[in-house]
């Protein structure tokens, strides 16, 4: 009887809400692998150039998605215009000069300045603290009875040759890192293959970034040089770099003159919005976003990015067309949905950062973030259903509804919903990598859907012919039903739980 009566009541659970989803599950069959190809095959191709932040590329893929918004009857989703758009900066070195005495190292030859950060100005060197590896970790610490604060700082590229096999915990970025927290005043890296290296450098533009340095004088001045340079300086004779790794540690007077020059360059980026207005719950939205920028070009090489995130903004592109037709048909949601595709995630989720930080939609009234990267593939790694699963990240936190949204959705789909990333252990810290990650700190309840990764994550072979559209549908129709069910909803979801950020971040 038990039994019986439980095998029921599940049996009339399922019913209502098949009814209730029934419009959805209507809307979303309008969304299919056609017409995702057809859209990917645009957005990933070579006229778009990789769609990196600030270039060309990018703004190819902004005009047509706006175009497409327009084309669908999205409004402006910023008053009058489809895009959002923010600054970008980009150092230009002009010139640099080396002097040690009155003796003129030529730059590209014996020395280079670092691209990663340049930093402008005239600097008199009178002491050099040399740390040979410049390695201060557990195991070995090369400062020790070394205070380089306020000093310039000199360290080899490479690592003690027993350390070969480990060269990422020494890497120059750490060994930079280092020296920087211990308030070094400039650093000059000795480069191992200085001689070997191409000498006429093909660019001399900087890493772009998106803040002003309030000071510019504060970041710290990063030079490469010679081992004959750093022989010269160092005042020490010897015939190759294996040499300079016998050379004490310490403190050497030097009279060194270095000079900088740069221009900085204001480029732009955007975010495209579009929004399509609710019914009923006319101050309240949810936000469908995906990344439409990608790494751009590598010399001739194009990195297309067709599953990452062309998947995500063709899915943007496409859902806003099934909602926006059924609005047409008499059934427009509740809420007002807004869609964005956000320049300037790669370069660390810039355009989600300066949405949040200039919301022109308030966020205590933008009920849900549902992000999309990376959904046209399959990791190959996948244990369960590949063809038939999603990972889903964020769905613990912040708002206790999430969780019964999706499994009571996917009563109709039966995907695979794959919350394994959500164990703070995981080493991969997904939930940090997207631009769901700039609403959820702001409080917003977010789900970020992502097929995991594969070999052509961040290669120019992530290309459309790669693209799983059969499985790609099925998770963009999930997507949209789960948007469907959460726009016309009576409640906005509630923020119920804690985001729960580690201290370190
Ligand atoms: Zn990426």
Sequence with gaps: MKKIFFVLSCFISVFVIAQKNNDATKYASVITQQDLKKQLTIIASAEMEGRETATEGQKKAAAYIEQQFKQIGLKPGNGNSYQQTYNVYQDELKSASLKLYNTSFAFDKHFTV????????NFQINEIAYVGFGIQDSTRNDYKNIDVKGKWVMFLESNPSNENKIPKRNSSF????????????????????????????????????VKKPANNNR?????????????????????????????????????????????TNTLQS???????????????????????????????????GADDDGSGTVTIIEMAKAFSLAKKKGKAPKRNIIFMTVSGEEKGLWGSDYYTQHPIYPLNKTSVNLNIDMIGRIDPSYKGDSLNYVFAIGE????????????????????????????????????????????????????????GVHKDYHRPTDTVDKINFDVMERRA????????VMANRNNMLKRDMPLNMPSSR
């Design 114 to 121: 670092s691209l990663f950060n340049i930093t402008e100005g």
């Design 174 to 209: 750490l060994k930079i890192r280092t020296a920087t927290l211990k308030e070094a005043a400039g650093i000059i890296i000795v480069s191992e293959n200085f001689d070997k290296l191409n000498h006429s450098i093909p660019s001399t533009k900087g890493f772009m970034y």
């Design 219 to 263: 970041t710290t001045p990063i030079l490469s040089v010679s081992y004959q340079a750093a022989s010269s300086i160092l005042t020490k004779m010897i015939n190759s770099y294996e040499d300079l790794k016998n050379i004490a540690t310490g403190n050497y007077a030097t009279n060194i003159y270095l000079t900088i020059d740069k221009e």
């Design 270 to 304: 955007s975010n495209v919005i579009g929004l399509l207005e609710g019914s009923e719950k006319k101050d309240e939205y949810i936000i469908l976003t995906a990344h439409y920028d990608h790494l751009g070009k590598r010399g001739n090489e194009i990195y297309y």
């Design 396 to 451: 613990d936190k912040l708002s206790s509804d999430l969780i019964p949204i999706s499994d009571s959705i996917n009563q109709h789909f039966k995907i695979e919903i794959d919350r394994k990333y959500n164990d703070p252990k995981d080493p991969n810290r997904f939930y940090y990598r997207s631009d769901h990650f700039n609403f959820a700190k702001n409080g917003v309840p977010v789900i970020f859907y992502f097929n």
């Design 477 to 484: 129709r999930f997507i949209f039903t789960t948007a469907w």
